[in-house]
């Protein structure tokens, strides 16, 4: 992943709401608006959390029932044989599929399957013994790092490579872990200190409920982008007012895009659309009144005017003092 276009992940994550025929129609959602990818969670809940654990204040927020976030996540659980049909969709749809792992087990299954690249969400960005079984696998890896630090970022790099990941295989996410995100809690420059200071490929995770967040992403250099994408924001379930509905993904992809061709590229010269117009913005040397030849140059009797296709105001200093070997009239410009 990576490289010269910003890849863009279709983040289905739990907003198929438990149910295979939306999982589908997310995938040819994420098909249709021109996604890299269509990501979805895979996890075993009772590995992933105490039946007793409460919801997180975002996800109070989907629900006026008094549920545990045990309660909530079973409800939303995909079985290792949804994923299996999710991935032969992605096949005959032609969209790349990739999954994020909540526990060693899952994440075993998705290596046994053939997955080629792993996305470590930020909750396990600190489970050194899922790290370390990831790292072992010596696949691709895309590392989201919400509410982490540095120090924690590197160490999860450094686990990861000591147990057989290579460096350069590893996209490190900048992300904020609230849904939708706070504008001003999304601290994009932290993005560049994680390239700086981990020397790493980066991108960007976005749980905002905009489009400009992940286009200012693409604008300082993420190779990758993920955000959530939701068939409608209205349905029911805790990360669709983080999401993005089709329509709204499709812009934001355009406009990625587009930041991508007004980037261009580290060399400054004069573009073809520009050239055309030199000779007519720019200026040339030209006489300021009447001159007789074999007189000299001078700046009583030179100046510099448009068009641009006489000679250029850099041979300026070069040409005074110098005779003419004509006669030109006012306004004339100066040839060699």
Request: aromatic share 8%.
């Amino acid at each position: 992943m990576g490289g010269k276009n910003t890849k863009v992940i279709a983040e289905a994550g739990v907003n198929h709401n438990g149910e295979l025929v939306i999982a589908k129609k997310l995938v040819d959602a994420a098909k249709k608006i021109g996604a890299d990818y269509i990501k979805f969670q895979l996890f075993d809940t009772k590995s992933l959390v105490t039946k007793k654990t409460n919801l997180a204040q975002y996800q109070k927020k989907a629900f006026n029932k008094d549920i545990s976030q045990f309660e909530l996540l079973k409800s939303l659980e995909l079985n290792k044989n949804d994923i299996i049909k999710i991935i032969n969709y992605t096949k005959k749809k032609k969209i790349n599929f990739l999954a994020s792992s909540f526990d060693i087990n899952s994440a075993k299954f998705l290596y046994n399957i053939g997955i080629d690249t792993f996305k470590i969400p930020s909750g396990e960005i600190n489970n050194i013994p899922y790290l370390e079984c990831i790292g072992k696998f010596k696949k691709k890896i895309i590392l989201s790092t919400g509410m982490s630090n540095i120090k924690e970022i590197k160490l999860a790099i450094q686990t990861l490579v000591k147990f057989g990941s290579k460096k350069k295989d590893i996209v490190v996410l900048h992300c904020n872990s609230e849904y939708p995100s706070p504008i001003e809690d999304i601290n994009m420059k932290a993005m560049l200190t994680i390239k700086k200071e981990c020397n790493v490929e980066i991108g960007y995770s976005d749980h905002s409920n905009n489009i400009e967040v992940p286009i200012a992403a693409a604008a300082l250099g993420a190779k990758i982008i993920e955000k959530h994408l939701t068939l409608d924001r209205n349905m029911k379930g805790p990360d669709h007012k983080a999401s993005l509905n089709p329509k709204k993904f499709k812009i934001m992809i355009d406009n990625i895009k587009n930041t991508e061709i007004i980037l261009g590229s580290s060399k400054k010269f004069p573009t073809f659309s520009e050239i055309r117009n030199m000779k007519f913005v720019r200026k040339s040397i030209v006489a300021l009144k009447n001159i007789k030849k074999g007189e000299k140059f001078s700046k009583l009797n030179l100046t510099i005017k448009r068009p641009g296709y006489g000679i250029p105001p850099t041979k300026y200093k070069n040409i005074l003092g110098k005779k003419s070997n004509r006669n030109y009239l006012k306004d004339e410009l100066i040839i060699k």
